[in-house]
């Protein structure tokens, strides 16, 4: 029943399938044409634009992956650079120390005998003359012509000024040896007001009166302080960096008779040792606060200043020895620099 049904409507039913078909067939090229083949070639451009902007920011991390190593190779080489520089520096003095401290101490040895040969011969000086009443004329005129009394009363005199010359040599040629401290390169427990006064002591000529100016007062107000384990020769070029500038400020910008550089020490929470650098110069404005610890910042003239004594200052205390430094200032006021290190070199503070 249902085949006599349908076999009146298969020829509708193969007319509608032929036309379908048909118009399957003219379609499918132009859908390809106009539609798929545009979208598949869009698509592979895409991948490719894709696979070019990934291939570019791999390139581009890589770039900036070597510009932050040789940035900080650049930042770092001023620093090996005057690292190199005082390694030098210091072993040139500290030979030149060397050399000087051997005559000075063959000098001062031999002063001390001078003198006791000198007392020596005005005793038998003395006897002489109690015993000779009568000179003869040629003794008398050689006396008269050198002035025996007076050689006599002035030599001791003069082995005391050169005794006392010999003896600043010497404290000199210490401070100088202190200073570099080659015999400490490495991590050493030392007395931190040692540091200070020697480097005090190289700055004497600096500090002394002038023929415009009176000089500048160093007032130190040091602590009880234990031994600090460090690293001695670099702590002590911060201590000659801080201290130069303070002498440059005061030398430059104050017209002052009273120029003042205090000096204080104390310990802090039984770890950590501070150390405070003051001057009573015409300070610091805030905007040069913000860049006085980077590299080549400088407000000195052109030659005078290389813009790196606080900065290599502040990689020695803050990175080596795991510390802080600070400055406190304001226009007027004069300038504080404030060093905090811990006693032991790998506590933190």
Not at 196 to 219: A, M
């Amino acid at each position: 029943m249902l085949l006599f049904l349908v076999l009146p409507k298969i020829p509708d039913l193969l007319e509608t399938f032929l036309d379908s078909t048909l118009l399957t067939i003219l379609i499918t090229p132009s859908l390809y044409f106009f539609l798929y083949r545009p979208l598949n070639l869009q698509m592979s451009e895409q991948l490719l634009i894709e696979k070019e902007l990934r291939n570019s920011e791999n390139h581009l991390k890589q770039q900036t992956q070597n510009l932050e190593q040789i940035t900080q190779k650049l930042q770092q080489a001023p620093q090996l650079l005057l690292a190199e520089k005082m390694s030098s520096l210091g072993q040139l003095v500290a030979g030149i120390a060397h050399e000087i401290n051997n005559p000075v101490n063959f000098i001062l040895a031999n002063l001390s005998y001078l003198g006791e040969y000198f007392q020596a011969l005005v005793a038998i000086n003395e006897i002489y003359q109690q015993r000779y009443l009568q000179m003869d004329a040629e003794i008398q005129a050689l006396n008269q012509q050198y002035d025996l009394e007076f050689v006599v009363n002035d030599i001791p005199n003069l082995l005391e000024s050169m005794q006392r010359g010999a003896r600043r040599i010497h404290k000199i040629v210490l401070a100088l040896r202190n200073f570099s401290r080659l015999d400490e390169a490495e991590i050493k427990s030392v007395d931190i007001h040692d540091g200070i006064d020697s480097t005090l002591l190289l700055l004497q000529y600096r500090l002394n009166p002038q023929q415009d100016n009176s000089g500048i007062q160093v007032i130190k107000h040091y602590g009880e302080l234990p031994n600090v384990e460090c690293y001695p020769d670099q702590l002590n070029q911060v201590f000659m960096n801080i201290l130069s500038n303070a002498i440059d400020i005061l030398e430059n910008h104050s017209s002052k008779d009273d120029r003042i550089i205090e000096i204080r020490t104390h310990l802090l929470h039984e770890n950590v040792v501070v150390i405070s650098i003051k001057d009573n110069g015409q300070g610091i404005d805030e905007e040069i606060q913000r860049q006085l610890f980077d590299p080549f910042f400088t407000t000195k003239e052109v030659g005078k200043g290389t813009g790196l004594g606080l900065s290599i200052s502040y990689q020695i205390i803050v990175n080596t020895h795991k510390g802080s430094l600070k400055c406190i200032s304001a226009p007027g006021k004069g300038a504080e620099f404030v060093i905090e290190i811990p006693l032991f070199i790998d506590a933190k503070i």
